[in-house]
């Protein structure tokens, strides 16, 4: 089997390592992911003729790594038309990312936007995610559960389009945690999400990109111009389905969803032509 990883918090990130690590077992892997973190990329790709910057960084313990300084989306494009052209991947696996993916948060989520990149292109895809956002994290339960999960959605792949699954962990010890449910999107949004930036800021809240081997993007700000980051809180909705995943996720499971790329409403197609709305 052909495996193709790739995340959205970079090439040097403990999660990737740790997935890369996993997946040899079951096949011939290839790595390709972004140069920089491109967290809450979703789906995007730069356009606009904008030059983007690739290296190939060679075969360690048989994998083949190479970098893309783009989005995780551009990253599985990348594999595809170039890297993996003629030898295309039977599975994209995306993460494991280093903070939750659960309810909402997939709709930003740039490991998840791999894996719908991965779905547009008829391939299938399982993002898998840590609910915890520092760079430096215990993925000892991520590595005794993932392999078994994946195998489950593997075997329950059945070729149909746009699909793609979301796997959840919550941060805790593998003796602490209760199982594995199948699950639906939880609902909910973020509140106060614009914080003042300082160069202290990533520093103060865990995230030394440097001690990583990343270095901080240059700021410069115009006169007249506040900087901010986006942080927040994440704020419930007032209805969520009894199967909300990250609901299920903070009583303690690790939780599956299964999305789609083709995000049509149903019942709202079904009512409107029922009302005869043409348009």
Same mark, same amino acid.
């Given at each position: 089997?052909?495996?193709?990883?790739?995340?959205?918090?970079?090439?040097?990130?403990?999660?990737?390592?740790?997935?890369?690590?996993?997946?040899?077992?079951?096949?011939?892997?290839?790595?390709?992911?972004?140069?920089?973190?491109?967290?809450?990329?979703?789906?995007?790709?730069?356009?606009?003729?904008?030059?983007?910057?690739?290296?190939?960084?060679?075969?360690?313990?048989?994998?083949?790594?190479?970098?893309?300084?783009?989005? %995780?989306?551009?990253?599985?494009?990348?594999?595809?038309?170039?890297?993996? =052209?003629?030898?295309?991947?039977?599975?994209?696996?995306?993460?494991? @990312?280093?903070?939750?993916?659960?309810?909402?948060?997939?709709?930003?989520?740039?490991?998840?936007?791999?894996?719908?990149?991965?779905?547009?292109?008829?391939?299938?895809?399982?993002?898998?995610?840590?609910?915890?956002?520092?760079?430096?994290?215990?993925?000892?339960?991520?590595?005794?559960?993932? %392999?078994?999960?994946?195998?489950?959605?593997?075997?329950?792949?059945?070729?149909?389009?746009?699909?793609?699954?979301?796997? @959840?962990? %919550?941060?805790?010890?593998?003796?602490?945690?209760?199982?594995?449910? =199948?699950?639906?999107?939880?609902?909910?949004?973020?509140?106060?999400?614009?914080?003042?930036?300082?160069?202290?800021?990533?520093?103060?809240?865990?995230?030394?990109?440097?001690?990583?081997?990343?270095?901080?993007?240059?700021?410069?700000?115009?006169?007249?111009?506040?900087?901010?980051?986006?942080?927040?809180?994440?704020?419930?909705?007032?209805? @969520? %389905?009894?199967?909300?995943?990250?609901?299920?996720?903070?009583?303690?499971?690790?939780?599956?969803?299964?999305? @789609?790329?083709?995000?049509?409403?149903?019942?709202?197609?079904?009512?409107?032509?029922?009302?005869?709305?043409?348009?």
């Amino acid at each position: 089997m052909r495996i193709l990883l790739t995340n959205d918090d970079g090439y040097k990130a403990q999660g990737l390592a740790t997935l890369v690590r996993m997946m040899k077992k079951y096949g011939e892997v290839t790595v390709v992911a972004p140069k920089y973190p491109q967290s809450g990329m979703s789906c995007s790709v730069p356009l606009g003729l904008k030059p983007i910057a690739a290296k190939d960084l060679g075969v360690r313990d048989g994998v083949r790594w190479a970098y893309l300084d783009a989005t %995780p989306s551009s990253c599985v494009k990348y594999a595809l038309d170039v890297l993996m =052209l003629g030898n295309e991947p039977d599975i994209v696996i995306s993460g494991i @990312n280093h903070g939750s993916n659960a309810a909402t948060a997939s709709s930003y989520s740039g490991t998840l936007g791999a894996c719908m990149e991965a779905a547009i292109d008829f391939i299938p895809a399982v993002g898998v995610s840590l609910d915890f956002m520092h760079h430096t994290v215990d993925l000892s339960a991520v590595e005794k559960f993932f %392999p078994e999960i994946l195998e489950q959605i593997m075997a329950l792949m059945d070729g149909s389009y746009g699909v793609y699954y979301n796997v @959840n962990f %919550p941060n805790l010890p593998a003796d602490r945690i209760k199982g594995v449910k =199948l699950c639906s999107q939880g609902r909910g949004h973020w509140v106060r999400e614009f914080d003042p930036w300082d160069e202290g800021y990533a520093e103060r809240h865990g995230y030394d990109l440097k001690k990583h081997g990343y270095e901080h993007p240059e700021v410069h700000a115009e006169e007249g111009e506040k900087l901010y980051v986006m942080a927040g809180v994440f704020e419930d909705a007032p209805v @969520n %389905p009894a199967d909300a995943d990250h609901h299920a996720m903070a009583d303690g499971w690790i939780t599956v969803s299964i999305h @789609n790329v083709d995000s049509t409403d149903r019942a709202q197609l079904a009512r409107s032509q029922a009302l005869n709305r043409t348009f």
